[in-house]
């Protein structure tokens, strides 16, 4: 799939690292780093730009290393770019951790997986067919 891109970063277009890479990492583009201190939250800006072909979206995930390590996160994970945005891409991080997070320029601090999807259609009904499940939800299936 191509996909139209403008590069207004310091940085190289976000890229697959392995040949079976789901997702590519955006990296900040800012001109001074940036602390979060525990709970604080920020849009961090990475400099690009997209047009996605209709019928995808770009899906914005958290780094698992950066939320493992220092408890950092996508604070609406998975946050979603619909097709017609033309907007710059901004990441918007929140610092779990007890400790300051500082972002530097060109730190890789989240990951873009781009995917396909549909657009539904509502056909109201008087009832929905019944399954062995049910109503059952929030942790009905056990837990193990």
């Known amino acids: 799939m191509k ?10 277009l976000p890229h ?3 040949i ?3 997702g590519m ?3 900040a583009n800012i001109t001074e780093a940036i602390t979060l201190k525990p709970l604080e939250r920020a849009i961090v800006p990475t400099g690009i730009f997209m047009e ?3 019928g995808t979206e770009a899906q914005v995930r958290p780094r ?3 939320a493992a390590k220092k408890g950092v996160t ?4 998975p946050g979603t770019i619909d097709a017609d945005y033309r907007g710059e891409i901004g990441v918007i991080l929140v610092n779990l951790s007890n400790e300051d997070f500082v972002i530097e320029n060109g730190e890789r601090i989240a990951q873009m997986v781009i995917a396909q999807h549909s657009q539904a259609q ?3 009904v008087s009832e929905l067919s019944s399954t062995d499940r049910g109503e059952g939800g929030f942790g009905s299936t056990g837990i193990k």
């Open 3 to 12: 996909i139209k891109v403008i590069n207004k970063s310091s940085h190289p």
């Open 20 to 22: 079976a890479s789901a």
């Open 52 to 54: 996605l072909p209709i």
């Open 64 to 66: 698992s290393g950066l």
């Open 74 to 77: 996508v604070l609406n994970a």
């Open 25 to 27: 990492d955006l990296r």
């Open 122 to 124: 509502w056909q109201e």
């Open 16 to 18: 697959y690292e392995t």
